[in-house]
């Protein structure tokens, strides 16, 4: 086995970089425990939200969203839909039908969800990635960071986080 020690690693051209593929290029959180509640049945931004600069047109973007205290109250069947929007514009589903429970009656339903997604930077101009959501049915709403069924504890976090990936 051979060992490589070094000092440091200087990029042969400025600006240049150095790329080493599936290495961390960098990474960003947005993290809260704020409680959120929201009745939208159309999309509308959890206020989750990055602000991203590739530093390499060629890498991949792994989104990673971390959800805790989902409450879901309602009369009947409801289901939350997740997206990730990119500068305003819906980019990439991340899930429909979450949390659905058909005729589930009234009452708390307290979950937590994970979701992730992969997308190629293209470029290195900056954007913003926000977390929206919407549910189906107007009866009932939603919440995040709900830990009693009625936002009285938030004790958790939720999170959404970017790793930048070299390719």
């Known amino acids: 086995m051979s060992n490589l020690n070094v000092d440091s690693i200087t990029e042969k051209t400025t600006g240049n970089g150095v790329h080493i593929p599936?290495?961390?290029?960098?990474?960003?959180?947005?993290?809260?425990?704020?409680?959120?509640?929201?009745?939208n049945t159309s999309w509308s931004n959890t206020g989750y939200e990055i602000n991203f600069t590739p530093?390499?047109?060629?890498?991949?973007?792994?989104?990673?969203?971390?959800l805790t205290g989902l409450g879901i109250n309602n009369?009947?069947?409801l289901s939350l839909y997740f997206n990730i929007y990119k500068d305003g514009v819906a980019h990439q589903l991340l899930d429909t039908h979450w949390g659905y429970v058909p005729g589930a009656g009234t009452g708390w339903r307290i979950l937590s969800g994970n979701?992730?997604?992969?997308v190629n930077a293209t470029n290195t101009t900056a954007r913003t990635y926000a977390l929206y959501w919407m549910q189906t049915d107007s009866t009932g709403y939603r919440t995040i960071n709900n830990y009693a069924g009625g936002g009285a504890s938030n004790a958790g976090f939720s999170q959404m986080r970017i790793m930048e990936i070299a390719q």
């Open 22 to 39: 599936g290495h961390v290029l960098q990474t960003q959180f947005y993290k809260s425990n704020t409680y959120l509640s929201s009745s």
């Open 115 to 118: 979701w992730s997604t992969n």
């Open 75 to 77: 009369n009947g069947s």
């Open 55 to 66: 530093k390499d047109a060629n890498s991949i973007l792994s989104i990673d969203v971390s």
